[in-house]
């Protein structure tokens, strides 16, 4: 693993910004846990100086044995100047990621978005996820699925109860206190019953509908 220099600042594609020691110029490259996943590095298509790009656009490419992956500008900026080291020997990515391995340096459009990206400081367990510590991320990534299993879990749990609670109510008989006719409210409900059930459509608390109804409890088991 390559010695990680701090005052860094992280994207979660893996690309970093690390300071020039110009104001608002950045150098930008691809961290060493990414340049591990990719493998020997054999090509890199980077951009020209002048070019503008946006926050997470697409800046260059990066051919290596393992794959093919375009490289996202962290934040937005225009290219002032790009490594002339890599041109022969691209594999200087895989040697020194976050030294001489740098692609492009970037006049960054705002200091704020700088600020706003990954900090080795203030966001080390996603780092540990993202970056260069793979071993802590993938720690964190199995709790963070464990608990998402336990969540899926209960939900499936609620939403048991939740459908027993609707087959009871379907089962139950709601008697009216006093005499009187029915809500509108009560219509739609019987009605709904009544498409569940296969009776003709009344909206009316039927002999049709009680009957149907004491067959259904008595298939559940009894009188509820």
């Known amino acids: ?65 393992k794959a093919v992956s375009d490289l996202y500008c962290p934040v937005a900026g225009e290219v002032v100047e790009v490594n002339p080291a890599l041109e022969g020997e691209p594999a200087v990515v895989n040697k020194d990621p976050y030294g001489d391995g740098w692609m492009i340096k970037l006049k960054v459009a705002s200091e704020g978005d700088v600020a706003a990206l990954l900090d080795d400081k203030r966001d080390n367990v ?22 998402m299993r336990a969540a899926e879990a209960a939900v499936q749990s609620t939403r048991a109860v939740a459908d027993k609670a609707k087959i009871d109510l379907g089962f139950t008989e709601i008697r009216s206190p006093v005499d009187g006719i029915a809500s509108i409210g009560t219509r739609n409900a019987i009605r709904d019953y009544e498409k569940m059930a296969g009776l003709k459509e009344s909206g009316e608390p039927t002999k049709a509908v009680f009957d149907s109804l004491k067959e259904m409890r008595a298939l559940m088991g009894g009188k509820r």
């Open 126 to 147: 996603l780092l540990a996820l993202c970056l260069h510590d793979n071993e802590i991320g993938m720690a964190w990534l199995a709790l963070a699925a464990g608990r």
């Open 1 to 65: 693993m390559a010695n990680v220099p701090s005052g860094l600042r992280y994207t979660a594609d893996h690309e970093y910004l690390k300071p020039t020691g110009q104001a608002g110029v950045y150098f930008v490259g691809i961290t060493d846990y990414a340049q591990g996943e990719l493998g020997d590095i054999v090509f890199l298509d980077l951009p020209k100086v002048g070019a503008k790009f946006g926050a997470h656009s697409t800046f260059g490419t990066v051919e290596a044995v």
